[in-house]
């Protein structure tokens, strides 16, 4: 079956070091993944996606992910996390279901970033 | 650009009415909208996919009769919830992709839903 997983409920980290949040997958065929970002009582704003090309992805607010084939990770990175950073992060693979393109979501990281 | 929005953002109702919730692109046409809803603390259920001028494909598990979902333009999409219930309260994002070949979805706001 075809899935995300996001093995941390929640990551604790100290205001100016680096952060990272984990993301593996399950799929068959060359994965798009996306990571999205939800603040309290908000909707998901977009962070980045991988498609092909650069195992490396930029994207919004310093964030970038490092995609790996081998071990099929897709690991959410920043290298000096600010306390407004804390918020919900989910992991998401595109799955072609029923000739439909549909998300699969990770169950979320709370991220927490201590001042 | 690529921006969702949603109306309400908050609804409280009693028992047994019906509640309709807009999903609109305001940048942008959308061939494709999805509904999800959001548990708290859980992550996001897919509910169904909306395509403009035809009919929704629900999830497995999804009562059609009771989310009714149209999407008559390319800019909008609505969720109907009908004859709400209290374990119907919960959270109702929509997104939408700007075309069938664009990979990323752009969400809603979010709708709160509570039911008395």
């Known amino acids: 079956a075809q899935s995300v997983a996001q093995p941390e409920d929640q990551v604790n980290v100290a205001e100016g070091n680096p952060l990272t949040v984990k993301c593996t997958y399950s799929v068959s065929g060359n994965p798009y993944l996306f990571w999205y970002v939800q603040y309290p009582n908000r909707g998901l704003q977009f962070l980045l996606k991988y498609i092909t090309g650069d195992n490396l992805v930029k994207g919004s607010y310093g964030f970038e992910a490092e995609f790996n084939k081998s071990q099929t990770s897709f690991h959410l990175k920043k290298p000096s996390a600010l306390v407004s950073d804390s918020a919900l992060y989910f992991c998401a693979v595109r799955v072609l279901t029923s000739g439909t393109y549909k998300y699969i979501f990770g169950t979320g990281t709370r991220l927490k970033v201590l001042a | ?116």
């Open chain 2, 1 to 116: 650009g690529a921006v969702v929005s949603q109306h309400p953002s908050r609804v409280i109702c009693k028992s047994g009415t019906s509640v309709k919730i807009e999903c609109r692109s305001l940048d942008f046409q959308a061939t494709t909208m999805f509904w999800y809803r959001q548990f708290p603390k859980q992550s996001l259920m897919l509910m169904a996919t909306s395509n403009e001028g035809s009919k929704a494909t629900y999830e497995q598990g999804v009562e059609k009769d009771k989310f009714l979902i149209n999407h008559a333009s390319l800019t909008l999409s609505t969720l109907t919830v009908t004859s709400a219930h209290p374990e119907d309260s919960s959270f109702y994002i929509c997104s939408a992709r700007p075309g069938s070949f664009q990979e990323t979805q752009y969400f809603g706001p979010g709708t709160r839903l509570l039911v008395l």
